[in-house]
């Protein structure tokens, strides 16, 4: 038997470190050769990273939310054969990465029962199916920082049920909690039952750390909030004519065209206005007190995500119909969704557009990406009675909410720039014409 000590690879180019989020494996798993161990996060992509060996976890290198350094030690594997470690020789590692021990017992798994496949990369843990055969599945609760190793599936589904992990007795490896242990919870009759009492004292408190995605928002969040002077323009638009023509473009689209939503209009609408005021897409360098304006229009696309709020880039829009824009806003969204969003969709935006559609709300404020000078914010549509000089019609009308840098852009420049976009998507026509 011998050690296999696997470091954090170079994650990508110019990348010196990375954020743990997630560990896959646990202390005391048996890993396969291309098992994933851990996943790593570095300007928002998150990488994972794979067992180049076949093995039994021994050692982890941090906890989920520490900086890791590219070439540094990650985990620690048993293996058959040598290793990599040579007898005598002191594996390299740092006070933040101080070797983890299972703990003597935890490490023996019971009796497996026959294999099912691993749904998220991890090592299944294998627990007997035979309920006599089960230890209690409850006990003493675990010290208050004593965290309980589950899947994250195991912890929604005993959040959704109001159970505390911490009161269930672990099968799998360093005492892992499988959704097996969590029947046998049940069927003992656990407290995680309904309560007889729907005004039960709640005294518990939940430490949620901010890692991985949360943590990168919360630091571009805190930038552009105190780095940034934004000023806020709200307008009223009236989206009639624009909805008509959408609905009749998206009635004779060929079947190898995305359906257009109201996203590809304003973004060519977008770039004409810009075209009139170019000041409007620029990276301002606060440091060097530069602003850089764009003749490329690279525009942001604020997307919710399972994992947060993403915002890929559709790259020079200005060179794009209003078809391909459409085309390009739908792959973006599915590559962000889905996590596989490389590192130049993520990076590259002159301007962003952010909308949270039908809970758009009336008005927003948004908050500027840094360090661009202005972002457009969608909310949501409503039909509204309007005057038409003779009787109120209904009109389907719809806010933008749209801030600026006001250290570049000043109010009436922010103004003009709302003004025109207006016009644009009440007259959609003016969108295709050529300057």
Known sequence: MGEHIIKLPDVGEGVAEAELVEWMAAIGANVREDEVLAAVMTDKATVEIPSPVEGKVIWQAAKVGDILAVGSPLIRLEVDGPGNIKPGEAMETTPAAAPVEAKPKAAEAPKPAPKKPATNGAAAAHVSTDASARPSPSGAPRAEGDKPLASPAVRKRAADAGIDLRRIHGTGPAGRISNADLDAYFESGGEAK????????????????????????????????????????????????????????NKARKQSQAKLTLLPFLMRAMVKAIGEQPQINAIYDDEAGIVHQHGGVHIGVAAQTPGGLMVPVAHHVEARDLWDCAAEVARLSEVARTGKASREELSGSTITITSLGAMGGIVTTPVINH????????????????WDGQEFRPRKCMNLSSSFDH?????????????????LLENPAMIFIED
């Open 194 to 249: 309904t309560s007889s009492s729907a005004y039960t004292r709640k005294t518990g408190v939940t430490d949620v750390p901010m890692v991985g995605l949360r943590r990168k928002i919360a630091e571009k969040m805190a930038i552009a909030k105190s780095r940034i002077a934004h000023i806020t323009y709200v307008e009223e638009i009236d989206m009639t004519a624009l909805e008509d023509l959408r609905a009749q473009l």
């Open 371 to 386: 360090p661009e000078v202005a972002i457009i914010g969608v909310n949501k549509m409503q039909i509204l009675p309007k």
């Open 407 to 423: 250290r570049v852009i000043d109010g009436w420049d922010a103004a003009v720039f709302v003004q025109r976009l207006k016009t």
